[in-house]
């Protein structure tokens, strides 16, 4: 049985920083992808980055370039967003996600993470 458990939400200014953390049990991902979407209130659930668990490639959504920065640490079997310059359109529960062969789409990940509240005030 596969569980992600996420922790490092919290409550931060504007310009500030947060780095969230992704813990995996249960098994390795190889080639497939794990992610961190987002989801808003009212909105729906966006993709933010991935990184493929092999190689170490990262893809962000171009409203997160250059201020976030996804990685993992495979011996902890942990992905992490690090999160810099944060603007309260940022402010969302963010998941995190794993073993897809893709990249954007919600649907093609397995498993999910029950979610971490940032909210990042003006």
């Known amino acids: 049985q596969v569980q992600l458990v996420e922790s490092g939400g919290g409550y931060v200014q504007t310009g500030g920083s947060l780095r969230l953390s992704c813990a995996a049990s249960?098994?390795?991902?190889?080639?497939?992808?794990m992610g961190w979407f987002r989801q808003g209130p009212g909105k729906e659930r966006e993709f933010v980055a991935a990184?493929?668990?092999?190689?170490?490639?990262?893809s962000y959504a171009d409203f997160v370039k250059g201020r976030f920065n996804i990685s993992r640490d495979t011996a902890e079997n942990t992905v992490y967003l690090q999160m810099n310059s944060l603007k309260p359109e940022d402010t969302a529960v963010y998941y995190c996600?794993?073993?897809?062969?893709?990249?954007?789409?919600?649907?093609?990940?397995?498993?999910w993470g029950q979610g971490t509240q940032v909210t990042v005030s003006s």
């Open positions: 996600a794993a073993d897809s062969p893709y990249i954007i789409n919600p649907g093609d990940y397995d498993y």
């Open positions: 249960g098994r390795t991902f190889s080639n497939y992808k």
């Open positions: 990184i493929t668990w092999s190689n170490g490639r990262r």
